[in-house]
């Protein structure tokens, strides 16, 4: 039985996350919304009797999960992209939940107020937020995952372990999600982190994730989504 990703159509969200893991595992899944429009997709956030708080979440059989590490927790052992040993498991969670929090403060550089308020009218107040993140914390973020690349026993090639994980395909997408919108920090923070660069380069080589980008699964970045480029805000 495919997997059932539910997710925004029109936008890369946190979903891409997800996908990711599912389209390097050349996994079954049907990316609902983006075949049968958004109506299923709000419906099931009323799902009884454990609803999801918001997309993406993931149907697997009877079983419907909400929160992107949530999902990738349960995927990562199925889909053979996390260690077998529970500090491995662990451990992936962990530097995950760290990439959502880069995500979250992504997110937040553009709309610092309200998510319900459009840019424009935040715009003064995003410039204040988006010049500590570019500053301080892209570089706190990216110097951190280079500290995990470079202790990790096993070789700086993967983040945990000998071979990749889901953490190593989150990291690539928050790399591009970083210099989409960022493109000049973000350049200047890759400077100094040249692990997560040639991780980010070896996830880009993955064939199947090279068959992914290049298809028209993979939503371009824009203005709706998390990542949003407003030049303004890159200093």
Do not use: C
């Amino acid at each position: 039985m495919a997997y059932e990703l539910h997710d925004w159509p029109l936008i890369q969200g946190r979903g891409e996350f997800v996908r990711l893991a599912l389209e390097e595992a050349g996994a079954a899944y049907v990316d609902v919304a983006r075949e049968d429009g958004i109506d299923g997709l709000v419906a099931g956030l009323d799902a009884p009797p454990r609803p999801p708080f918001a997309p993406p979440y993931l149907r697997d059989g009877d079983l419907v999960i909400g929160q992107t590490a949530a999902i990738l927790l349960h995927l990562g052992p199925r889909l053979g992209l996390v260690g077998e040993s529970e500090a491995d498991r662990i451990w992936t969670h962990q530097i995950q939940l760290t990439i959502a929090d880069a995500v979250a403060e992504a997110h937040d550089s553009h709309h610092p107020v309200a998510s319900a308020l459009y840019y424009e009218e935040q715009a003064t107040e995003a410039a204040r937020r988006a010049a500590d993140f570019r500053e301080n914390r892209i570089p706190k973020f990216l110097n951190w995952f280079e500290r995990v690349l470079s202790a990790n026993p096993a070789g700086p090639r993967h983040l945990v372990g000998t071979r990749l994980s889901y953490a190593d395909l989150s990291l690539f997408q928050l790399v591009e999600g970083l210099a989409y919108a960022f493109p000049q920090a973000a350049e200047r923070a890759l400077g100094s982190t040249p692990k997560v660069v040639a991780l980010h380069r070896l996830v880009a080589a993955r064939p199947r994730i090279v068959a992914y980008l290049a298809s028209d699964r993979r939503v371009p970045f824009n203005e709706d989504g998390i990542f949003r480029r407003y030049p303004e805000l890159d200093g």
